[in-house]
């Protein structure tokens, strides 16, 4: 009997993953993961009626979170104000692996949309290898099992272009800008760096929609009028729109604290550690040479090459980018996304002098360097044995790192 898809997906894959995230939240420490702490404090700040505030002389390192948007914190107010403090955070970690468990599932929907369009796409090996890269990063893990907005902005990030996929082929509403603002401004207000995806879904709007001005301004302005409440309130706080400088300026004599100047150089001699710390959790680390350190360069390596897939596609096919029934014009998009989530950390670095390239803000894009590396796969392995032996031993790979990293935790739990 041969199973679709779906059926492998929902019902072998995805439990198996649950169970995954429930062993990884049981055996990451209290407290472990980086900043989980100040998250919790925001939520708790919340229960007693107000939104935190950062201030540089106030010396509270639990509320360093503070400068977050607001959203992923109210709708985790719940499940922390009706539990007292320890079960309050162990209530918090069980819904931050329910939303890993939706950024897995909306991602899986994702390329079931894909794979009508392109036929690399269709096949099991192809299927699983991409779920299983987009899910078993232990960084990504880890960020999920704890109190952290970090996976619930990727989540954000996968339902726009969920969406938008959706808006090409035809399938939202005529009031589809005013449906991908809505959506976009929750994604803003879940982390702010997601601010790279509003471009290119204002371009596809203003392409799909023949330059139609109202229809851009529609997007735009009810991204502007949902955010203009939190732009508010940090005007009245810190004078500014949002308070990431001032974020930033607190965490400087960390980071940086003789002022120097961070440029090419810098992101040149540290873009292979960030693709290393989209694997790795930097909480736990890995010693150089080992099985651990092997794999974790194979799944840089990959995302690298997918992203050179990603810019060689779109150079390619550049006229597609203003073309939405061309075939590659999805793509087009998809490299977008994946190239600007990447652009966005080299320019953090340069205007901020900002010494910090941490593959957990790239988390977001684990789908699209997926998709790429599949079809990088597809013309390079041109032998249909061959692609599908190298995806099962990538897969399998990917399985025997993330069972390394849980014994590495369950070591180190107390």
């Known amino acids: 009997m041969a199973y679709s898809q779906r059926q492998i997906f929902y019902c072998f894959i995805l439990p198996v993953l649950f169970a995954n995230g429930l062993f990884f939240m049981a055996y990451v420490n209290h407290w472990a993961p980086i900043d989980e702490l100040s998250h919790f404090q925001y939520i708790k700040t919340i229960t007693s009626g107000s939104l935190p505030t950062l201030y540089k002389d106030s010396g509270a390192k639990n509320l360093l979170e503070a400068f977050q948007p607001p959203l992923y914190y109210l709708i985790s107010t719940p499940f922390v104000f009706f ?56 960084s990504l893990i880890v960020r ?10 990727a989540l954000m990030v996968a339902i726009q272009v969920f969406l938008l996929i959706r808006y090409l082929e035809n399938k939202l509403s005529i009031k589809a800008p005013a449906v ?18 509003i471009p290119i879904i204002a371009w596809t709007i203003a392409v799909k929609e023949k330059a139609k001005i109202k229809s851009v301004a529609i997007f735009g302005l009810l991204i502007l009028l949902m955010l203009a409440p939190w732009f508010f309130w940090n005007w009245s706080h810190y004078h500014s729109l949002t308070a990431n400088n001032q974020a930033m300026e607190y965490q400087m004599q960390t980071v940086n604290p003789t002022g ?8 040149k001699s540290n873009s292979l550690f960030m693709f290393d710390t989209m ?35 779109t150079t390619k096919n550049l006229k597609a980018a203003i ?3 061309n075939k590659y ?6 490299s977008g996304f994946a190239i600007s989530n990447i652009a966005q950390q080299y320019a953090i670095v340069f205007l901020n002098n900002w010494p910090v390239l941490l593959g957990r803000y790239l988390h977001a894009s684990l789908p699209f360097f997926a998709i790429f590396f599949i079809l990088f796969g597809s013309v390079f392995l ?33």
């Open 323 to 325: 073309d939405h029934e």
């Open 180 to 197: 991908l603002g809505f959506t976009s401004a929750l994604s803003l207000l879940s982390r702010f760096t997601n601010i790279f995806t």
């Open 260 to 267: 120097r100047i961070y440029g090419l150089d810098f992101i």
């Open 83 to 138: 539990f007292k403090s320890s079960s309050g955070e162990i209530a918090a970690r069980i819904w931050s692996v329910t939303i890993y468990l939706l950024f897995i599932v909306i991602s899986f929907e994702i390329y079931q949309m894909l794979l009508r369009k392109y036929e690399a796409l269709n096949n099991n090996i192809s299927m699983i290898f991409y779920v299983l890269f987009v899910s078993l990063s232990p």
């Open 144 to 153: 999920s099992v704890c109190v952290s907005n970090g996976t619930f902005a």
């Open 382 to 414: 041109k032998n249909r044995i061959l692609t599908l032996a190298t995806f099962s031993i990538l897969t399998f790979s990917m399985i025997i790192l993330n069972i390394n990293y849980l014994f590495i935790i369950i070591s180190r739990f107390n």
């Open 329 to 334: 014009f999805t793509l087009v998009l998809l």
């Open 279 to 313: 694997s790795t959790p930097e909480e736990y680390g890995t010693a150089p040479f080992t099985m651990t350190w092997y794999l974790i360069r194979m799944i840089s390596f990959i995302s690298i090459m997918a992203v050179m897939t990603a810019i060689i596609l």
